[in-house]
């Protein structure tokens, strides 16, 4: 098992709230999803999302769309970017690796909790695949 493996599983084991993991690189490649989760399709956005760097004020994308469902960004920093889908369908935290980086861990958090239940667990985990994306 690789490394990035085993930080997921850790992962996964400590926050029972993130329902999917998945891991890109600083190339934008997919490294790694959870078999739950399929972000083909949305890794475009995401990139999108990773590679614009925001001026004091600007507000940046104002959603994006996985795996069909749509997520308002609530939240766009160097540390995470939070989107919610407003109909209750769940969270995405994605946590750029290095902060500020093009590189990322991508959770899909439970509907039942607010992403701000799982967000330290995922920033933390996020800087220990920076030696691997």
């Given amino acids: 098992m690789s490394n990035i493996d085993t930080i997921i599983d850790n992962l996964l084991d400590e926050d ?3 329902f999917g993991v998945a891991v890109i690189s600083k190339d934008g490649a997919l490294i790694t999803q959870t078999e739950n989760w399929n972000l083909g399709e949305s890794l475009s956005q995401i990139n999108e999302l990773l590679g614009t760097k925001l001026e004091l004020g600007q507000k940046g994308m104002s959603s994006i769309t996985i795996q069909g469902i749509k997520y308002m960004i609530v939240e766009n920093t160097e540390e995470r970017k939070i989107g919610t889908n407003i109909r209750g369908k769940g969270h995405v935290i994605i946590c ?7 590189g990322a861990l991508i959770t899909y958090i439970n509907p039942q909790v607010g992403p701000r239940d799982a ?13 691997f994306v």
Avoid: S
């Fill in 16 to 18: 029972q709230n993130i």
């Fill in 119 to 131: 967000l330290l667990t995922v920033q933390e985990y996020a800087q220990k695949l920076k030696d």
């Fill in 96 to 102: 750029p690796v290095p902060i500020g980086g093009t």
